[in-house]
């Protein structure tokens, strides 16, 4: 049963390694815009930090930047 | 312009909608995978090769049907004068870039075992890898242009232009003799596929289509994120 999954009636190399690009693809694709998502907010994050106390506490009031802000420590993690 | 109160309400529903699709994807992929490798049967004629279909063609439709939609938006672009699209275009680009390269090089190792050849110029090959150009120039639009007003502009008309191939990929096989059979599978006229093979290729459809999702709200996030970053300097 493994034997005939891995081969493939000699097309195992073919079939495997089409799938094996895919995800890797797909993998590839993912991490790097992960990876974008992520220094932007960090970026975000920072320049929240550096506000004076009066605009984070303008800010803070808006949903979206706390939401922003809540995702940014989770991807610390 | 784009309005406050849509971008706020965009990232918190983005930030949601991102779990829920990444959960969904994993489990539609795994059940395809499943029924590609291991439950659908082989072909009379090509035998166990005949898999690599079920990576190939959802690559195939999903990189056609995304370059479509960034066509389409496109016009909208440039008639309306609507930003939102163009970030929605500039979002969806990449997932179309990537599936584009699948099925070109999955069709390149199908080929071998099926034509005896890893290329052709093909009239379907051929106009595939115009496609992936188009994509490329698009994304490359974007990165060289400093400008983001002319960036939009230019991105638009190559994707206006890029439409006039969409049609050319999906008839080449009628217009023309090629190495790739007529479609098998057609919303309008009945389908030659039989039901063991359909269900997996749809299954895996859905899954690649999940996936283009989940990357169109990753990086639709990151853009959201950039002009938020630039609304703090406003405060």
Same mark, same amino acid.
């Given at each position: ?41 960090? !970026? ?9 106390? #009066?605009?984070? !506490?303008?800010?803070?009031?808006? #949903?979206?930047?706390? #939401?922003?802000?809540?995702?940014t420590s989770v991807s610390k993690i | 312009m784009l309005n406050y109160f849509n971008i706020n309400n965009a990232i918190l529903l983005i930030n949601r909608l991102q779990k829920y699709v990444l959960f969904f994807f994993i489990?539609? @992929?795994?059940?395809? @995978? @499943? ?10 004629? %090509?035998?166990?090769?005949?898999? =690599? ?12 049907? =995304?370059? /479509? ?6 016009? &909208? ?6 930003? $939102? ?14 599936? $584009?390269? =699948?099925? @070109? ?5 199908? &080929? ?7 290329w052709a110029w093909d009239a379907r090959i051929t106009s595939m890898l115009i496609l992936f150009l188009f994509y490329i120039l698009f994304i490359l639009s974007w990165r060289i242009i400093d400008q983001n007003e002319k960036? +939009?502009?230019? /991105? ?11 049609? +050319? ?11 790739? %059979?007529?479609?098998?599978? $057609? ?8 039901? /063991? ?33 630039? &609304?703090?300097?406003?405060?």
């Amino acid at each position: 049963m493994i034997n005939e999954i891995l081969f493939m009636n000699g097309y195992g190399l073919y079939v495997w390694s089409s799938f094996i690009f895919t995800l890797s693809s797909f993998g590839i694709l993912y991490s790097v815009i992960k990876l974008q998502l992520i220094k932007e907010q960090k !970026k975000f994050e920072i320049k929240f930090n550096s506000l004076t106390s #009066e605009k984070i !506490k303008l800010a803070r009031k808006q #949903e979206t930047y706390r #939401e922003i802000l809540a995702n940014t420590s989770v991807s610390k993690i | 312009m784009l309005n406050y109160f849509n971008i706020n309400n965009a990232i918190l529903l983005i930030n949601r909608l991102q779990k829920y699709v990444l959960f969904f994807f994993i489990i539609v @992929l795994f059940i395809g @995978l @499943l029924e590609a490798l291991v439950l659908s049967p082989e072909d009379y004629k %090509q035998s166990d090769s005949v898999r =690599i279909m079920y990576v190939h063609v959802p690559a195939a439709w999903i990189s056609l049907g =995304i370059f /479509s939609i960034i066509s389409i938006l496109s016009f &909208g672009i440039l008639i309306f004068k609507n930003k $939102n699209f163009s970030l929605i275009t500039k979002s969806l680009a990449p997932s179309g870039l990537v599936f $584009n390269l =699948i099925a @070109l090089v999955t069709g390149s190792i199908w &080929g071998k075992p099926t034509w005896g050849t890893w290329w052709a110029w093909d009239a379907r090959i051929t106009s595939m890898l115009i496609l992936f150009l188009f994509y490329i120039l698009f994304i490359l639009s974007w990165r060289i242009i400093d400008q983001n007003e002319k960036a +939009i502009k230019v /991105s638009s008309v190559i994707a206006i232009i890029g439409l006039i191939n969409v049609p +050319i990929i999906k008839f080449s096989v009628d217009w023309w003799s090629t190495l790739h %059979q007529p479609a098998s599978v $057609n919303l309008l006229k009945e389908t030659t596929i039989h039901s /063991s093979m359909l269900i997996p290729l749809g299954i895996m459809t859905a899954s690649f289509a999940l996936f283009s999702i989940l990357i169109f709200l990753m990086k639709y996030n990151t853009e959201l994120i950039k002009i938020k970053n630039k &609304g703090l300097d406003r405060l």
